[in-house]
């Protein structure tokens, strides 16, 4: 069973910038395809960002492109979320996971709350 621990998160200004990390027991997950997501207040998870299992690949949502740079390290089993000019409406859980054909793989973890103040 994989375990997802997501960290990295806290408060910061708009304009500012968070890197976030997720390590994952497990080396199945360096076999899939990878993916941020976040939760705000009220809203369902939705997509932020996708790292294919090379690395190779990346995609962004379209609200945070060119902002939010996701990276990966297979031999650490772990992924990253630079976030940068971040906004207010960037607050949320953010989550990873695995994802098969955009569908998410593991339990999700506990994830790591942004708050972005204005």
């Known amino acids: 069973q994989v375990q997802l621990v997501e960290s990295g998160g806290g408060l910061v200004q708009a304009g500012g910038s968070l890197r976030l990390s997720c390590a994952a027991s497990?080396?199945?997950?360096?076999?899939?395809?990878k993916a941020w997501f976040r939760q705000a207040p009220g809203k369902e998870r939705e997509f932020v960002a996708q790292i294919s299992w090379s690395g190779g690949s990346t995609y962004y949502a379209d609200s945070v492109k060119g902002r939010f740079t996701m990276s990966g390290d297979n031999t650490k089993n772990t992924v990253y979320l630079q976030m940068n000019s971040l906004k207010t409406e960037d607050t949320a859980i953010y989550y990873c996971?695995?994802?098969?054909?955009?569908?998410?793989?593991?339990?999700w973890g506990q994830g790591t709350q942004v708050t972005v103040s204005s």
């Open positions: 497990g080396r199945t997950f360096s076999s899939y395809d």
């Open positions: 996971n695995a994802v098969r054909q955009g569908v998410p793989v593991f339990t």
